[in-house]
């Protein structure tokens, strides 16, 4: 499956398919979230954190390939990606583009 934030492929015709969605909301455990705490007072990278949403922008991404292979897809694009903290320590993260099948132009 072809994943890109453009809005086109080179040579290819694209047939839109409908919105290619994927959605999940993930937080830390009391320990890394009273760890990040302090580094908040120190300052720098809340590593746990980082971790965190990199996981999440992974599952996210996963979740939209498979809608887009619900709808028979072989592209997406114009992948983009939204946050928004749902509560202290969780967020949640969407993943979202154009399925597309894609044809050779002639």
Not at 22 to 32: A, L, N, Q
Not at 82 to 104: P, W
């Amino acid at each position: 499956m072809i994943i890109t934030t453009t809005e086109s492929i080179d040579g290819m015709k694209l047939e839109i398919l409908g919105i290619a969605k994927g959605s999940t909301v993930h937080s830390k455990h009391i320990g890394k979230d009273f760890m990040a705490g302090l580094k908040t007072i120190v300052g720098g990278e809340i590593s746990g954190y980082t971790e965190m949403m990199d996981d999440a922008r992974r599952v996210a991404t996963e979740r939209m390939i498979q809608d887009a292979g619900r709808l028979g897809a072989d592209a997406i694009v114009g992948v983009r990606y939204a946050t928004s903290a749902i509560m202290q320590g969780a967020a949640e993260v969407m993943a979202y583009g154009t399925a597309v099948k894609c044809h050779r132009e002639q």
